[in-house]
Structures are given as C-alpha cells and as structure tokens.
C-alpha cells in the first residue's frame, strides 16, 4: 500500500514538474518583450542618424510619434508662407531690408529639436549644414517683387544649469536679453516648442505685433493664435500618438506581430518606415484660419480596440521624460491612460525631472512583472541605456 501510494506521488511531481518546465518555456524572456520608444525617436541631435542598434533591440520594437522631420519642414513653411503673403514694409521693422529672426532651440540633446531648427533654416535659406546653435548663413525672400535678406540674429539651446532644456524661463530671459540687444532688428520669433514662444511673448517689454511661431498648438498656444500673438504652429496630433501607442503594445502582447500590429482604424494620417522600424503621425499647421476646425476636431478616437486575443490585464512600465513637460505631461500622457484603461493595460509610470535619464534609469526595477515597456527618453542619445536596464 505505501509503496503505491509513493509509486502515485511520484506520478503526481512528475506530471507537476513537466507543467512547470513547459510554463517556464512559454514565459517570454524580458529580452523578447516588446518595447516601443515613442514621441522621442532614439537618435543622435548632432548627426541627425536615427539609432537603429535600439531599435533593433528585438522583433517587438519600434518607435511611434510625430513625423519630427516632417513637422520642421512644416513650420518652415508656414514662416515662409506668412511672409510672403505678408506686407513686408511693415513686417521689416527698422526699414533695413532685412528679415531679422531669432530662434528659440529646445535641446541639444534630442533629434526632434534638431529636425525643427533644421526646417526652419532651410525653408529661410539661413541653413549652413548643421543644426547646432549660431551655425547659419544669410539667405533671401522676395515678398512683393523686393528681395529681402534673412538673418538669423541669434539662436539658442533653451537649458538652464541645472540641465532642463525646453526651459520656458531660460526663454524668458533670453528674450529680455535678445530685446535690449536686437531691439528693432528682430522681425519675428521662431520657436522650437509653443511654451518657449509664450513666454518670449510675456517677456517685459515684448513689441506687440512681432509674429511668433511655434509647435505643439497646446491649449496657451491656441489661445495666443486667437488673440493675434502668434501667427501659428504645428500640431503633432498627440491623441492620435497616444492611440497609435497603446493599441501597438496591446496587439504585440497579444501575439499580432510585424507590421500587422501597426494596422488600425484610429489613423489614416500616418506613414510606417519599414527601415527605421518607426510609425510617423503625420502634422498639421494651426492658424487662425483653421484654428475653429482644428479645435472641433481634437476628440479621442473611437477605432481603438483589440485585433486579436483576450484583453486580460497586462502590465507596462512606462517613463515620462519630464514629468512637468507641458505637451508630454499634460496632453500625450493623460490620452496614453485613456487608451491604456480601454486596452486594459495597467501602467506603471516612472517620472523624469527633464535634466538627465539617470533619474529614471535608477527607478527601473523589478522588470520581470511587466508584459511590455514604454520609453520616452530625455536623450535620445540613451536608447541602449534602457535597454540594458529591461533585460
């Protein structure tokens, strides 16, 4: 009788052990799990190379945001377009025939600053190969039969000491500083971001009537474009990033892999580049001519839903880059919940200061829990420094 009840019991371990060794086989290794950079595409400012070595981390990684390069040509447009349907006598304010512009620079350190500063300057002519700040030449517009040159008078990288880049307050100053030197020579105001634009535009002593330009179109910058303070900026259609993001994640969970997880009915306004594994929401330029449509228009999407497999609960550790970030933190991040709760994906958010990824980097722990991750890089130079830190 013992002996066949031990005979049953070894039964019964064997059976045990054998489940376990098959779960331990079908668990995905964090290595395999699925990651998707988005609104900060991994790559280097100063050379414009996107960093493939990241986002060939697996099979299961991309970057989702906003057509950065795309957007820069767009702005640069929307200048050109702005004077040349402009009267230039009034617009060139000392009468010295030249177009003088100053250019608020959000970062040194992120390849989408380096794509708007990069199409302002080439649709301006002032583009002298690079990016960097004060690294420009003179070029040329003509605006009713006159040439008019165009001059970059001065260009800076919006950081304070502490490291914070996109500073609003470092614009601020900067403004004080461009006015009291430039004073009448500065024809209009171009700007990397819309907080940097605003607050050149609340600087003590700002002229009114300087056109302003920005990017984001963020709910200030809207409300600046109906009142006549900036002529206008470019959305980079957060909600639709949001959406692309978080229905990405839960289909690559779920087994839809490739560009199959890409597939949706959220957005039709959206390229996927196959060699740089990279999923581009396309911009639109905001003016006070369409500024009534686009605010109608800015709602979530409703074709947010799951393409294959059961929508149980799954766990994401996400980073925000900057957790006081006007357009991460208060418009990408909120649509990334309301997305995440529809695709029951439970979130774990790690918040960054804007200055450095070590703060973030350090507060990854505990990775086997998470099903997939999220990364919005403060460099975006530092894609395999997350990487590292998920394996």
Same mark, same amino acid.
């Given at each position: 009788m013992k002996r066949n009840i031990f005979l049953i019991l070894c039964v019964v371990s064997s059976l045990f052990c054998s489940c376990s060794k098959k779960n331990a086989e079908i668990r995905i290794a @964090?290595?395999?799990?699925?990651?998707?950079?988005? @609104?900060?595409?991994? !790559?280097? %400012?100063?050379?414009?190379?996107?960093?493939?070595?990241?986002? /060939? +981390?697996?099979?299961?990684?991309?970057?989702?945001?906003?057509?950065?390069?795309?957007?820069?040509?767009? =702005? !640069?447009?929307?200048?050109?377009?702005?004077?040349? !349907?402009?009267?230039?006598?009034?617009?060139?304010?000392?009468?010295?025939?030249?177009?003088?512009?100053?250019?608020l620079i959000g970062s040194d350190k992120q390849i989408d600053a380096d794509y708007r500063t990069t199409g302002v300057r080439k649709a301006l002519g002032t583009w002298n190969g690079s990016a960097k700040e004060k690294d420009t030449k003179d070029g040329s517009i003509k605006i009713g039969g006159k040439v008019y040159q165009v001059q970059e008078l001065d260009s800076r990288v919006m950081k304070d000491k502490s490291g914070t880049a996109w500073n609003a307050k470092m614009a601020s100053e900067m403004m004080a500083f461009w006015l009291w030197k430039y004073k009448?020579?500065?024809?209009?105001?171009?700007?990397? /971001?819309?907080?940097?634009?605003i607050s050149c535009i609340n600087t003590k002593g700002f002229p009114k009537g300087i056109p302003v330009f920005g990017y984001d179109a963020n709910d200030d910058a809207l409300k600046a474009?109906?009142?006549?303070?900036?002529?206008?900026?470019?959305?980079?259609?957060?909600?639709? =990033?949001?959406?692309?993001?978080?229905?990405?994640m839960r289909n690559l969970i779920d087994g839809v892999h490739g560009e199959d997880c890409i597939k949706n009915d959220v957005c039709s306004e959206y390229s996927y580049n196959k060699d740089f594994r990279s999923?581009?929401?396309?911009?639109?330029?905001?003016?006070?001519?369409?500024?009534?449509?686009?605010?109608?228009?800015?709602? +979530?999407? /409703?074709g947010v839903k799951v393409i294959d497999g059961e929508a149980t609960e799954k766990k994401i550790?996400?980073?925000?880059? /900057?957790? @006081?970030?006007?357009?991460?933190?208060?418009?990408?991040?909120?649509?990334?919940?309301?997305? %995440?709760?529809i695709l029951n994906l439970n979130l774990t958010i790690i918040n960054g200061n804007g200055r450095n990824d070590s703060l973030i980097l350090q507060k990854i722990n505990d990775v086997n829990e998470y099903d997939g991750f999220l990364i919005n890089l403060v460099s975006t130079t530092q894609g395999r420094s997350y990487l590292e830190r998920i394996r």
């Open positions: @964090n290595k395999d799990k699925p990651v998707i950079f988005y @609104n900060r595409q991994p !790559g280097n %400012a100063f050379t414009g190379k996107v960093d493939m070595a990241s986002l /060939n +981390h697996n099979a299961d990684t991309f970057f989702v945001g906003s057509d950065a390069m795309g957007g820069g040509a767009m =702005q !640069g447009s929307l200048v050109v377009d702005f004077l040349l !349907g402009s009267d230039a006598e009034k617009i060139d304010r000392n009468k010295d025939g030249v177009i003088g512009y100053v250019l009448d020579s500065i024809d209009l105001v171009i700007s990397n /971001n819309d907080s940097m634009a474009i109906e009142k006549g303070e900036m002529v206008g900026s470019i959305s980079q259609s957060f909600d639709y =990033q949001a959406a692309m993001t978080m229905l990405m999923v581009l929401v396309q911009n639109s330029a905001v003016t006070k001519e369409n500024l009534d449509s686009f605010k109608k228009n800015v709602k +979530h999407s /409703n550790l996400m980073t925000v880059y /900057n957790e @006081n970030s006007f357009f991460t933190a208060q418009q990408l991040v909120p649509a990334m919940k309301y997305y %995440a709760e």
